[in-house]
C-alpha cells in the first residue's frame, strides 16, 4: 500500500469508497412522497415505483435546477414541483406537460438501489459494479434471523467525517470514560482485547468476568441481580456497517442463560465533514425495554457530542497541530483505515486504467 494512500485515513478528512452499497434510508422512510437525501457529495431523491420498488435519482430537475424532492411521485415517476416535468426510475424524462420537442438527453442521473434488511442500499460508484451479492449478509449479526428478534431504531446526524463513527464503534475502551456509569463499571478501558480478520471482517472482542452491571444493561437484558460475565464484541464491514455485540452470562444462573444483544450500524458519508448513522438491533430475546429506542439514541448521541467536537477542533487548529499518536486499543480502527485505503486505491487505479 503506497503511503500517500495510506496517509489520506486521517479521521476528519479521510475519502470514502464509491464503490460500495450504503444505507440511504431506512424501509419506513420511503413512503408515498419523494424523500431527499446528501449522499456521497451528491443530493438524491428516493421514491418507489409503481409496483413498490424503490428507486434513486439525482435530485436536480434538469429543466431549472430545482430539487425533484420537492414535488411528488405520479404513476412511479417523480414530477418536478417547478414545472411538472417527469423522471422514471432510469433518470429520463418521461412527460414535458408543456408540449414540445423532448431535448436530446434529457434526464439526471439514477442509481441502483436495492431493499433488504429493513434498509434501503444505494450504489454510487460505477454502476457496472453494482452487484447485488456484495450488499453486507446481516444475517451474521442476527437481522431477519427466525430465532433472533429485531427492529430497525434510532437514526442519527452528526457533524463529523464518517471515518470518526467508523472507528468509535471499533474501539471499546472508550466506554468507560465517555459512557461512564451507562453501560461500563469501569472495567472495559483496561481489559485486553483480542483481535481477529476474517476476510472482510475486523473482529475486536473483550470478555469481563464477574462485572458489576449498569442499570442500562440490566435494563436491555432483564436479568436479576447485578452481576454478569460479559463479552464485548466490535465487528466492521468496511466501508460501512459497524456491529457491537454484547453476551451477558448472570452469575447467579447457569451459563445456559446466556443472552446476546446487538447493535447493527449503518454509516453513510454525507460528505467530508457529516455523516448518517442508521441503526438496528437484535437481540436472542425479546424486546421488553420500553424506553430500548430512546436508550440507544440517549447513549449513541454521547458518541455523536465527542465526534462533532473531534471534527470542530481539527478544523480550527493548524495541520502541524494536528498530531495523532496511535494506540494498542486502536488496532481495530488502524486496520479498518488499511482496507479504506486499499478499496480508495483500487477504485483509483481502476479510474486510471479506463482513462477517466
Not at 303 to 320: F, S
Amino acid at each position: 500500500m503506497t503511503v500517500s494512500t495510506m496517509a489520506e485515513m486521517i479521521p476528519g478528512s479521510a475519502p470514502y469508497p464509491r464503490n460500495a452499497w450504503y444505507v440511504a434510508a431506512t424501509v419506513s422512510e420511503l413512503g408515498p412522497q419523494p424523500l431527499h437525501r446528501w449522499l456521497l457529495g451528491k443530493p438524491v431523491v428516493l421514491f418507489r415505483q409503481h409496483d413498490g420498488t424503490p428507486a434513486a435519482l439525482f435530485d436536480r430537475c434538469p429543466h431549472r435546477g430545482y430539487p425533484l424532492s420537492e414535488g411528488r411521485v405520479i404513476d412511479g415517476a417523480v414530477e418536478c414541483g417547478y414545472h411538472g416535468l417527469r423522471f422514471g426510475a432510469d433518470g429520463k424524462c418521461a412527460l414535458i406537460p408543456s408540449g414540445g420537442t423532448m431535448p436530446a438527453g434529457l434526464g439526471v442521473e439514477s442509481y441502483p438501489v436495492r431493499e433488504k434488511w429493513e434498509w434501503i442500499w444505494i450504489w454510487m460508484g460505477d454502476p457496472a459494479r453494482a452487484d447485488p451479492a456484495l450488499i453486507p449478509n446481516l444475517d451474521r449479526f442476527g437481522l431477519g434471523r427466525p430465532d433472533w428478534h429485531s427492529e430497525t431504531s434510532v437514526l442519527l446526524q452528526i457533524g463529523a467525517n464518517y471515518l470518526l463513527s467508523f472507528e468509535n464503534f471499533l474501539d471499546a475502551s472508550h466506554i468507560t470514560f465517555l459512557h461512564t456509569g451507562q453501560i461500563d463499571s469501569g472495567d472495559v478501558a483496561g481489559q485486553p482485547l483480542e483481535m481477529q480478520i476474517d476476510g472482510d471482517l475486523i473482529v475486536v472482542a473483550r470478555r469481563i468476568e464477574n462485572e458489576l452491571q449498569s442499570p442500562l444493561t440490566m435494563r436491555t437484558f432483564g436479568f436479576e441481580g447485578d452481576r454478569a460475565h460479559r463479552t464485548i464484541t466490535a465487528e466492521a464491514l468496511p466501508p460501512g456497517i459497524c456491529g457491537i455485540r454484547v453476551e451477558v452470562e448472570p452469575v447467579e444462573q447457569s451459563a445456559v442463560q446466556r443472552q446476546v444483544n446487538q447493535l447493527v450500524v449503518g454509516i453513510t458519508p454525507q460528505d467530508d465533514t457529516h455523516t448518517l448513522q442508521f441503526t438496528a438491533v437484535a437481540q436472542t430475546f425479546p424486546f421488553f425495554n420500553e424506553s430500548r429506542h430512546d436508550d440507544v439514541r440517549n447513549l449513541l448521541m454521547e458518541d455523536v457530542v465527542a465526534m462533532e467536537k473531534i471534527q470542530r477542533l481539527r478544523e480550527a487548529v493548524h495541520p502541524d497541530e494536528r498530531v495523532e499518536f496511535g494506540l494498542l486499543a486502536d488496532k481495530g480502527a488502524y486496520q479498518a483505515r488499511r482496507m479504506l485505503s486499499a478499496m480508495i486505491r483500487n477504485e483509483r487505479n481502476l479510474t486510471t486504467a479506463n482513462g477517466d
